[in-house]
């Protein structure tokens, strides 16, 4: 019996020095060797622990989204005056028959910048309403699309949703964007995701700013309202 105690107990120790080995590289270890555990540890723990646990609580494959056009921006972004932006847009909107005091009440109504990260929900459909911002998938374009709902119809018992973005003319078609979207018909099974608030500001930039090059000219660099 006194063996086995003595063993259990030169487990323990061994554990024990193990997790302070561990601590000390990930937290106190200011060599490259500290810098490069902590690095690798991080990403094992937001690709196989953080997302797929975040998944699960939203219900959706797309929990958190980096802003990557400026197609939801605001002259001013998170200062944005709302009064003069709408001043500006009231036109745009009263095509829809979307007034500035129901404009009010929308979520996010001061939009949101390129490079801005965004949580996100798995919706119920049914309770989707004109002003909600979603995100859907397109045929033709390998990210989401982040727009504002300013119709919904029923087509044969299903939804159709059309979509907005607040920095846009008009409304996405075949015709004039670059990747065929079509954002007139938006169907249930394309909807990834109901935004419900921006998480933090222009830090998304972080990533874009290696993605930039590859982009179309127009869709380069800083947003400004169009």
Known sequence: MKRIKKEDLKIKEKL???FKRFWFLLWQDNSFKGWLFSLIFLFIFVQFVFFPVLKGITGTSLPLAIVETCSMY???NFF?????WFDRQET???RFNISREEFETFPLRRGFSKGDILFIIKPDINKLKVGDIIAFQSEKKSTPIVHRIIRIKEEEGKRIFTTLGDNNKEILN???????INEESVEEDQIIG???FRVVPSVGWLKLIFFEPTKPYM???FCKES
Not at 80 to 84: A, H, K, L, T
Request: overall charge positive; aromatic content about 12%.
């Open 16 to 18: 024990k020095n193990g």
């Open 74 to 76: 605001h002259q001013g």
């Open 80 to 84: 944005s005056s709302f009064e003069g």
């Open 92 to 94: 745009k909107y009263l």
């Open 174 to 180: 075949s015709q004039n964007n670059l990747w065929g």
């Open 194 to 196: 109901k935004i419900v």
């Open 219 to 221: 869709e380069r660099g």
